[in-house]
């Protein structure tokens, strides 16, 4: 099993900064990616980052020059870095680990964090 723990979300104003972390445990290997996703109110989850295992990462078009994904290995976890921060960033914001599990691609998911822009 895979636990993901997300923190760092909270209230902002527009323009500001918040970092988000996941910290992963468990059968974490045969890692293919890891990235965050967000869903607002009444709107489907999408895709914010990702990062792959070779390191290359991926952004949705709206936050890209104004957030940042990375990991530290290390400590396995990934960061979420969100500069500029605006209202319509306001979202849950979950973890997402993508692995193979016999051959199988699994997703495992976090608990998810709020993040509040405030105009």
């Known amino acids: 099993q895979v636990q993901l723990v997300e923190s760092g979300g909270g209230l902002v104003q527009a323009g500001g900064s918040l970092r988000l972390s996941c910290a992963a445990s468990?059968?974490?290997?045969?890692?293919?990616?890891m990235g965050w996703y967000r869903q607002a109110p009444g709107k489907q989850r999408d895709m914010v980052a990702i990062?792959?295992?070779?390191?290359?990462?991926n952004y949705a078009d709206s936050v890209k020059g104004r957030f940042t994904i990375s990991r530290d290995n290390a400590k396995n976890t990934v960061y979420l870095q969100m500069n500029s921060l605006k209202a319509e960033d306001t979202a849950v914001y979950y973890c997402n680990l993508h692995k193979w599990v016999a051959g199988i691609p699994r997703d495992y998911w976090g608990q998810g964090t709020q993040v509040t822009v405030s105009s």
């Open positions: 468990g059968s974490i290997f045969s890692i293919a990616a």
């Open positions: 990062i792959v295992s070779g390191g290359s990462t």
